[in-house]
């Protein structure tokens, strides 16, 4: 039997591994399953159509699987999935989706959501975030792998962002902040690559000069974002990129040096299978960006 506090109210209805802990004065509904290992705290309520993987651990007051706060839903079966090895601390809100979009808010693995953080419906969460204390995630927010959300980060609805990106305390998110880049202000405003957390997590140091080349394009070399797109592009075909100095001299002149990859000014440096990859990521992501980036 799963270690299921007398005053909690559980759903005769609902999947609950036998290893699952729930708390004093916690409900959990109908439709709810729950995966090996999870602790429910006390006074959190689960409900609604959501999945909870293994390991989690979900902390006192907690909302987890409520309705959309959208007025358009009129109750339709929407859903919400939560992956393993999160830690959800006291008073997170999560809603579970609507029709409109995907039909579903997920929250990857190995995530570390502080107190009083919201997540909107049709959210996407990737793995190993960290989102820090008051922060707001508006509906259809997509938040890529091992992202950092500084305190109170305030996320406009529809916005993306891309894997590794940081913000800082209090930053307004309304443009979508590509892969790599630290932002920060209201509005946001793009500061560099993340350079220090690239390296904690294993980048060596050829990727993250590849990496900062391409926010140099990205940012510094007075590329438009399709420039960019179409440079980054070249860079990835022809396995090359042009070297720091190249695009300190293309900056000098003021000249854009979107497509520079051989023949340009400076040396072009090649690019290790690894550094290529982080390249496909950043290009992927600008591809698919509608409503602008943060400068």
Known sequence: ????HPTAIVDPRAE???SVDVGAYSTIG??????AGTRIGPHVVVEGRTTIGRDNRIF???SIGAEPQDKKYAGEP???EIGDGNTIRECVTINRGTVQDRGVTRIGSDAWIMAYVHVAHDCALGDHVIIANSTNLAGHVEIGDWVILGGATQVHQFCKIGAHAMTGVG???LHD????VMASG???AAHGINSEGLRRRGFDAARINAIRRAYKLLYKSGATLQQAREGLRAWIAQGVAPSAAGHEAAAAAGESRAGAGDGGVGAAEPLGAAARGDLVLLADFLDGVTRGIVR
């Open 16 to 18: 609950l591994d036998s």
């Open 177 to 180: 902040i590509p892969p790599y």
């Open 186 to 188: 209201s509005s946001a």
């Open 60 to 62: 006192q007051f907690a």
């Open 171 to 173: 930053t307004v998110v």
């Open 30 to 35: 109908a439709q709810v399953r729950i995966g």
């Open 78 to 80: 929407t859903a919400l």
């Open 1 to 4: 039997m799963p270690g299921i």
